[in-house]
C-alpha cells in the first residue's frame, strides 16, 4: 500500500520559533519521489521541494531543511525562524515510481505562527 | 513564468447541473492530472490524462466524471450531473514528464465548486 502520513493536524508557533513538520510514507516501491507543497490561505498549491528515492542528501533552502531518512521512512520539513507568512497548510506528497505520476497526498498539517 | 491556469476560480451550480471545469496547462507539458480537495480535507487524486487518453484513475473518479483535451490546449473537467458530495477545491495539474527527475507537478490556483 502506498499512504502519507502527517500525524501533526495543527502546529502552532510563535514567530521566530523553529518548527518540524512530520512526515511519514509507506511505498513497495524501491523507487519514489516525495514532495512538500504549501497551501496558504489563498488556497493554492505551491511546490517547495522533490526529493528521489535513490538521494538521501538532506536539502537546505533559505529557512527551509528538509530531512529524507529511508531508514525510518521520513521526510520531514523544519523551517527556521518562523514568520508569519509560513502561516499555512503543508502537504508532504509521494509518487511512486511504477504510477502515472500521479500525487499521494497526507492529510496536511496546518501551521500557524503567530507575531 | 509559465503557469497553470483554471476557469472559474467559483462556480455555484444548483444539484443535479452539469459543470465543466476549465484549465490551460502549460504549453509543453505532456500529463495533466485533476486533484479534489474537500474543505478542510486532503488533496485527493482523481485522473491522469497523456497522450489523449486516461492513464489513471481513482475511485473517486467514476461514471459521472469525464476529461477531455479538445482543443490542444484546454484539459477540461465535467461533472455531469452533480451531487452536493462534489461541493470541493478542484485543482488542475501539469507536468512535463510522469515520472523521473523533473516530476514536480504545476497546479492551477482551483475552482472551487459548490453544490446547492
Known amino acids: 500500500a502506498q499512504k502519507v502520513t502527517q500525524a501533526q493536524t495543527e502546529i502552532s508557533v510563535v514567530e521566530k520559533e523553529d518548527v518540524t513538520l512530520d512526515c511519514v510514507y509507506e511505498?513497495?516501491?524501491?523507487?519514489?519521489?516525495l514532495f512538500w507543497y504549501k497551501q496558504p490561505p489563498s488556497g493554492e498549491l505551491v511546490f517547495l521541494i522533490r526529493?528521489?528515492?535513490?538521494?538521501?542528501q538532506n536539502e537546505i533552502s533559505g529557512r527551509y531543511s528538509w530531512n529524507f531518512q529511508k531508514s525510518t521512512s521520513s521526510f520531514n520539513f523544519t523551517i527556521t525562524a518562523s514568520q508569519v507568512v509560513d502561516s499555512a497548510v503543508y502537504f508532504c506528497a509521494l509518487i511512486n515510481g511504477g504510477s502515472q505520476g500521479n500525487l499521494i497526498f497526507g492529510k496536511g498539517t496546518k501551521l500557524s505562527v503567530k507575531p | 513564468e509559465p503557469e497553470v491556469t483554471q476557469t472559474p476560480s467559483h462556480q455555484v451550480t444548483q444539484m443535479g447541473q452539469e459543470v465543466i471545469l476549465r484549465c490551460v496547462p502549460i504549453?509543453?507539458?505532456?500529463?495533466f492530472y485533476w486533484y479534489r480537495q474537500i474543505l478542510g480535507q486532503k488533496v485527493e487524486f482523481l485522473v491522469s490524462f497523456y497522450n489523449n487518453e486516461i492513464s489513471e484513475k481513482s475511485e473517486i473518479f467514476d461514471d459521472q466524471f469525464s476529461v477531455e483535451r479538445p482543443d490542444g490546449s484546454n484539459f477540461t473537467l465535467k461533472i455531469r450531473s452533480t451531487k452536493l458530495e462534489d461541493s470541493a477545491m478542484y485543482f488542475c495539474?501539469?507536468?512535463?514528464?510522469?515520472?523521473?527527475?523533473?516530476?514536480?507537478?504545476?497546479f492551477g490556483q482551483g475552482t472551487r465548486l459548490t453544490v446547492v
Open positions: 526529493r528521489n528515492s535513490f538521494d538521501e
Open positions: 495539474a501539469s507536468k512535463n514528464r510522469g515520472r523521473g527527475p523533473n516530476t514536480e507537478a504545476f
Open positions: 504549453s509543453n507539458h505532456l500529463y
Open positions: 511505498t513497495r516501491d524501491t523507487t519514489y519521489y
